[in-house]
């Protein structure tokens, strides 16, 4: 299992007004989150930390693709992904969290980036993904039209009113 330590930034030991930082991410990273629903990819990020007198303004940058299933026919596929976002972090007593502002205790100083990058990717990822047309599994595919054909021919057999119906609609005319 991968360590994410290196996505720890200790934001008391910076010293530099403006600091940036670039991380490659593959695989293992997403292996290593808990819970995360992608599970592979390759991801560039470059981080922009600009010091300000009671926060830290953060400037991420992310491209790169991720693997995900299609929702037709299940097989992976790449999807490309690139997201800018900002955060405001401050020191404070506790950690909490509201909108785009994070308050990290004062006492460790260590802002976790490995799933907020995980979140700005995930956010940018459709509700719908499938593969180009044409570019889905060809067997899968077949399949699905055969079983959308059985379906439509049991639905088509299931609007045949019964014939008791047909003589109650006599009535009401």
Known sequence: MCSLEFLKIDLKSLKEEETSLEFDLDDTYFEALDDAEVKKGSLHVSVSIRRATGFFELLFHTAGTVIIPCDRCL???????????????????????????????????ILDMSWLIYEFVALVIPIRHVHAPGKCNIAMTKTLEELSADRSSDEESSHETDPRWDKLKKLKM
Do not use: A, F
Not at 76 to 98: H, I
């Open 75 to 109: 097989d992976d596929m790449d999807l490309p992904v690139e997201t800018e976002n900002r955060l405001v972090v401050k020191l404070g007593s506790e950690y909490s969290e509201e909108d785009d502002v994070i308050v990290v205790s004062e006492n460790e100083g």
